[in-house]
């Protein structure tokens, strides 16, 4: 009798527990949505800075040199370079965690679930470059293609936020999932045509560290300052071999392991033991401190916690808030800094800026809206139930903000000062377009539940 009143108390919060454990999609989208609102107002302070009576400052504060020595090797870069090449390592570390988990158990984790995404992302990269390409094809600014294919997932699950129910949660998941893959694509674009003459010894040391975290997956390591360490020696290498240093990031985070060392089921017969014993070393009010056997079972628990968790998890959840919060927000302060005192009409009449604004503004919606319909026409992928095709194309106008991503990308395709200008106000424009037009769109479009 006494055993039946606890079941329902007990068995529930086991079940949440267990849910937040294993469920991060909903917490992704949050966290995303908040970190979207903290780049936005930092890249409005760097507008306001670059267009103020000091200015100089802050073109004197990027262009700060900070040397960095191992051994007989030392680096010397500017601030600026260190957060594009450095913090942004970081940036790319959490992109492959999130990669490498939804390949596991999310959204591309089998053909039949990662069809639309990938298909409408491929879409969504091809179209807006061809475009851009047909407008800066044999020019100085032909190295910018790359430019208009990326997405910010920040800034646009952070627009659907502010959109709340109008919003279905199947199409916050394909937004989600189509800008992972939108980052593989990057990604690739990035070490295939963004990369400078290679040094083959210094690559040469990155695939042996590579190859040490890939082992020390197999047999088990599970410390995550191993593979924190291992991923500063592996960042200094690709640095230094020619090949972009946020490749490292991705690199890293594919060798992070995703086993469980328990299962939930153990987990929950821990759990409920260790706080019964919890709860019998305490009754009678004896202060923690001068109970060691109170003490013992909260560090079962908490190894208990840990076991069930992965190491992504636990790496990717450690690395989530401080990236989205400070190294994005930082890295758009130090690039969206774009002096508008010079003639904008002349701006909006270059190639490059019109190319931006033409793949980013066009090229997006109707490159993901026409590859899904491929998709579904040739039965590759369909489209999920309640999703319409007015508020796949509305999501498509959400794919062109670019700004992040696209603003990183320029850093690599332009040396040239007046190039690089054209290029951040063509994503600037093009991605609050993106996003006013998206939003206008969702609100306007009557959500109608799609026939099976």
Known sequence: MNQSPQQPTQQPSSIHLIDRLANPIERFIRSAASGGGVLMLSACIALAWANSPYSHLYVDLWETSIAVSVGNTALSKSLLHWINDGLMAMFFVVVGLEIKREMLVGELSSVKKASLSV????????????????????????????????????????????????????????????????????????????????NLAMLFWAVGITILLVIANRIGVRNLFFYAFAGVALWWCVMQSGIHATIAGVVLAMTIPARQRINAEEFTDDARALVAEFAEQTHEGTHILANQNAQSAVRALEQSCEHVQ???????????????????????????????????????????????????????????????????????????????????????????????????????????????????????????????????????????????
């Not at 910010?152 to 893959?181: C, E, H, M, Q, W």
């Not at 930082?330 to 002349?346: C, P, T």
């Not at 491929?374 to 194309?393: C, E, H, M, Q, Y």
């Open 119 to 198: 298909i409408a992302a491929f879409g969504g990269m091809v179209v807006p470059a061809l475009l851009y390409s047909l407008l800066n094809s044999n020019s100085a600014g032909s190295a910018g293609w790359g430019i208009p294919m990326a997405t910010d997932i920040a800034f646009a699950l952070g627009v659907v936020s502010l959109l709340g129910n109008r919003v279905p949660f199947a199409l916050k998941v394909f937004l989600t999932a189509l800008a992972i893959a939108d980052d593989i694509g990057a990604v690739v674009v990035i070490a295939l045509f963004y990369t400078s003459q290679l």
């Open 310 to 452: 992965t190491p992504l998890s636990r790496f990717e959840g450690a690395l989530h808030l401080p990236v989205a919060l400070i190294v994005m927000p930082l890295f758009a302060f130090a690039n969206a800094g774009v002096a508008l005192s010079g003639n904008l009409s002349e701006a909006f009449s270059n190639r490059v800026t019109l190319g931006i604004i033409l793949g980013l503004v066009v090229g997006k919606p109707i490159g993901i809206t026409l590859f899904c319909w491929l998709g579904a026409r040739l039965k590759i992928a369909t489209i999920p139930n309640g999703v319409t095709w007015s508020t796949l194309f509305a999501i498509g106008c959400l794919g062109g903000i670019g700004f992040t991503m696209s603003l990183f990308v320029q850093s690599l395709a332009f040396n040239d000062a007046v190039l690089s200008t054209d290029a951040k106000i063509g994503i600037f424009t093009a991605s609050a377009v993106s996003g006013l037009v998206g939003s206008l769109l969702l609100m306007l479009v009557r959500r109608k539940p799609r026939r099976s």
